[in-house]
């Protein structure tokens, strides 16, 4: 028994490993912003600190590599999928970028490149501005549509 589950945080681990080695073009390297994370309508959200330009790599969502077994059987609202057979759970420590939330007309958007996650700013975003990018259905369907959404085009903050 131990040593199924040994063997399976190993073959975790290479997964891991053999992303990461990887190597990406340049343009995925994401920019040193300021951000920060700060209290939106949602919970946590994450802001801009200082303006971003249009087609900025701002962060990438870091996250554990999910087996099949977890894939399957599991559910959490910081998994990501990043390829047709992998998904990856964000809620580790230094992932700020799984405090980032959905909007219907988001300012960022996702980009994903050898199974990594990166947030790019998808026009000018200004100091202050909170970032966003569109969920995708299967997300959107499962977490936020059952409580309605909350960004700035579904419910509008009155003046
Ligand atoms: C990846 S987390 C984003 C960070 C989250 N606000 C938090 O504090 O942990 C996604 C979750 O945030 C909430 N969320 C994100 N965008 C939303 C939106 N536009 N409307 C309502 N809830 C949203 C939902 O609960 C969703 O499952
Ligand atoms: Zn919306």
Redesign the pocket.
Known sequence: MYKEGYQSNYEDLLKMYTVWMKKLPKRFTPGDFKVRVGK?R????VFAEEKIPKGACILEYTGRALNDWEQHNKSG??FFETGKHSMID?NVPGNIA??????CKPNCEIDIKNKRVFIFAKRTIKPGEELTYD?DTEYFDE??KP?????NS?SPVLA
């Open positions: 939106s949602t919970g946590k959200g609202k910081y964000g799984k405090y980032v939330n959905h909007a969920y977490f936020i409580k309605g959404c909350l960004c579904c």
